[in-house]
């Protein structure tokens, strides 16, 4: 009986064949001792935990692209439909252009019917230049990139959660801002690098993507853009259109990829939510949420409170407002479907601490003071996520990082938590206001006063 | 009620052993005795001694500084004081020289290393500033400072000033709602060492200034990657010699060395 392939061994695969033949990159991120390239590893964790991926850089630096390969391949759709279906962003695009608009022909006959556009009925999704869109039009797809539900007129669509890539040109004069509240719904951001000159002087002589022909298959799809225009309801929309997954992914096999079936990725899905974190990963965890959230002055990190310093250099005295629930799922999700990855049985520290600054860096706002001190630092990384990675991390002599200081004050926290976990509360209290220090100390102490006390 | 979900997890993450009694926690140094350099003794700000200078230095913070956050660092844990920027350093000089003491100079500092007169490992301090030019970083301070060594002469940069010869003036108007002022026994102390082309470099020892004598194949490190405004000159806990540009940073290991001529008692 020949031996099942694991499908950590099939995503590697599909992750491998994408980094070696379509999206040339270089290994940027580590973990537990292995190289990935930070955007594809992310667009792939992406793809396997559903989640929603930003991808940041330069005019023609491959953001689209990786995004395009990622979508055809672990969901078995062709890269032209793919291409066909994803979003273009310019300020004109109005609710109509992007989720749905009237069906025209019922609405003269005194009908109210919505035609949903392919961007929504089709499973995983692209929204190019994200930032050209104005803010005012950014709120129209927050519920559809946080939940997977669509709303127009009165009806709506839930699509669940699904791969959504979004890509955003640096700022230029071309691009707006993203509004808080949707980046904050963005699980991860990355940026796609330049990949080196070896590799780009193997791109440039793809003249016209003939390498993209490969995962490409015109008839199919005409065909899955007739279904999607077919006007039948969603549910039916998606029976036919796995149809079609079926057929590409027998095409896919024979051109030598491995194929993910939809009862594996509920299989990897299941098996990601069962990888449980170790000790260290989820006190780590721990003390980062308590640095991110809470604030000795003003009782917990606000937007509308300064950052202030004057309880010592925590993290919450860098930035400006506060960590969010959203965020702290993201950390969990990335860091277990990175594990699962590595097959590894638990989540470590490693895994946590070199995700989180892809979950958090386009979330935070640092003060202009931490800018300041970074700007002119010898780096890889853009800025912000330089300054995460940093601060995250074992830090600088001036500024210790959260890791540097969880190694500091593990000890005694586990003494506190010891001391807890074996009834003897008062005790537990006395120490965790000593290792306070009257606010100084590190904030999981007082969060964790708080919680022994009852407040 | 304690929260039960904190319970829950402290019963998920606790050990087997319930924690035994904590031993009277030491310094995170250890001291080594006699802790003589010379005929001068080095000390962290610790015991009885140092909880007096600690709860005097809160009082002046509120009453002569209006509780200037830049100075509100200092904590008093495990019978030691911990903390540690140059502000504090100031205000705390001000005190101990009251009692016939002072804070280490760097120059002090490197001898007091050199005899292995107290270890400073896993631990950081302050020692002085390094004036660059009237630009940033900490722009406000370093013209206030300029306009002030002006006045004493030619000014040379990169130009080093021990802590332990300055005053400290509340100033609302500087970002830190403080100034560092000269006194009369402030050094002016040209520092060539301490330019930008040398970060990086490595030394084992320093000269009579404090300042690093490099050699190749140096254990310790110089981190000079500035090369204007104002910095602090710090040691950091592998002993290597900083100098950078977030005065107001003290972290928990931050530590305050004192030195006394002759001995003082101990308690």
């Not at chain 1, 994408?18 to 955007?39: H, M, P, Q, T, V």
């Not at chain 1, 669509?157 to 801002?177: I, K």
């Not at chain 2, 002072?102 to 120059?107: E, G, K, L």
């Not at chain 2, 000079?224 to 010699?241: A, T, Y």
């Amino acid at each position: 009986m020949p031996k099942q392939e694991k499908l950590q061994d099939k995503v590697r695969g599909l992750y491998d064949k994408i980094g070696s033949e379509f999206y040339l990159c270089r290994d940027d991120f580590e973990s537990n001792g292995e190289k990935f390239n930070s955007a594809l590893l992310m667009g792939t964790l992406t793809e396997l935990n559903k989640g929603n991926m930003l991808l940041f850089g330069e005019y023609g630096g491959g953001k689209t692209t990786s995004a395009e390969y990622l979508n055809s391949v672990f969901n078995g759709l062709p890269l032209d439909l793919i291409k066909r279906v994803a979003i273009r962003g310019n300020p004109q695009l109005t609710e109509e252009k992007m989720v749905g608009r009237p069906h025209y022909g019922k609405m003269h006959q005194g009908e109210e019917d919505v035609v949903w556009q392919h961007f929504v009925l089709v499973g995983p999704k692209i929204f190019d230049e994200f930032n050209r869109i104005p803010e005012s039009n950014q709120a129209v797809v927050l519920n559809g990139v946080d939940r997977g539900e669509w709303n127009y007129l009165n009806d709506f669509v839930s699509t669940g959660p699904q791969p959504f890539f979004a890509t955003c040109n640096y700022a230029d004069r071309g691009n707006n801002g993203l509004i808080p509240s949707l980046l904050d719904r963005f699980d991860v951001g990355v940026e796609s690098k330049f990949p080196g000159v070896a590799n780009t002087l193997h791109i440039a002589q793809d003249y016209h993507n003939d390498k993209d022909k490969i995962l490409s298959d015109p008839k199919l799809t005409r065909k899955a853009l007739e279904v999607l225009s077919s006007g039948k309801s969603y549910e039916e929309t998606q029976k036919e259109l796995e149809q079609i997954v079926q057929l590409h992914d027998g095409t896919l096999r024979e051109r030598g990829f491995p194929v993910l079936s939809t009862g594996d990725k509920e299989k990897i899905e299941q098996e990601i939510r069962d990888v449980p974190f170790d000790r260290d990963a989820e006190q780590y965890f721990a003390f980062l949420v308590a640095e991110m959230n809470t604030s000795q002055k003003y009782g917990q990190k606000r937007s509308i409170d300064p950052a202030s310093s004057e309880h010592g250099l925590y993290l919450q005295a860098a930035f400006v407002g506060s960590g969010s629930r959203r965020e702290e799922k993201s950390i969990v999700r990335y860091a277990k479907s990175l594990a699962w990855l590595q097959d590894q049985g638990e989540v470590n520290l490693d895994h946590v601490t070199q995700v989180a600054p892809y979950i958090l860096w386009h979330r935070i706002k640092w003060t202009p003071e931490t800018e300041q001190a970074f700007r002119e630092n010898d780096r890889e990384d853009p800025l912000d996520l330089y300054i995460t990675k940093t601060t995250l991390g074992d830090g600088t002599n001036e500024l210790p990082g959260v890791k540097k200081r969880f190694v500091e004050s593990q000890e005694n926290y586990q003494r506190v938590i010891d001391l807890v976990g074996h009834g003897k509360i008062d005790k537990a209290l006395q120490e965790a206001k000593e290792y306070a220090a009257d606010g100084k100390g590190h904030p999981i102490f007082q969060d964790t006063i708080k919680d022994l006390e009852g407040r | 009620m304690p929260n039960p979900r904190l319970l829950k997890t402290a019963e998920r993450w606790k050990n087997k052993e319930i924690p035994t009694e904590r031993e009277k926690k030491q310094s995170p140094v250890k001291q080594k005795t006699p802790l003589f350099a010379g005929n001068v003794d080095y000390s962290f700000l610790e015991g009885n001694f140092g909880k007096g200078i600690f709860d005097e230095y809160n009082q002046r913070v509120s009453k002569d500084y209006q509780g200037a956050s830049a100075l509100s660092v200092l904590s008093f844990a495990d019978n030691v004081v911990k903390g540690s920027n140059p502000f504090a350093f100031v205000l705390l000089n001000k005190i101990l020289t009251q009692q016939k003491m002072r804070v280490a100079t760097p120059a002090g500092l490197e001898r007091a290393l050199e005899k292995e007169a107290i270890n400073l490992r896993d631990t950081y301090g302050d020692s002085g500033l390094v004036l660059r030019s009237d630009g940033e970083p900490n722009e406000y301070l370093a013209r206030d400072l300029i306009n002030q060594v002006k006045q004493r002469g030619n000014l040379q940069y990169p130009l080093m000033i021990p802590l332990a010869g300055f005053d400290l003036k509340y100033d609302s108007n500087s970002p830190h709602n403080l100034t560092f002022q000269l006194t009369d026994f402030s050094e002016l102390i040209y520092a060539p060492q301490l330019n930008k082309t040398n970060h990086s470099k490595k030394f084992n020892r320093a000269d009579k200034q404090g300042l690093p004598i490099f050699e190749d194949n140096g254990s310790r490190t110089l981190h000079s990657n500035e090369d204007g405004g104002l910095c602090r000159l710090f040691r950091d806990r592998v002993l290597d010699l900083g100098a950078g540009r977030v005065l107001a940073y003290s972290g928990d290991y931050g530590r305050v060395i004192v030195c006394a001529e002759g001995t003082r008692a101990k308690n």
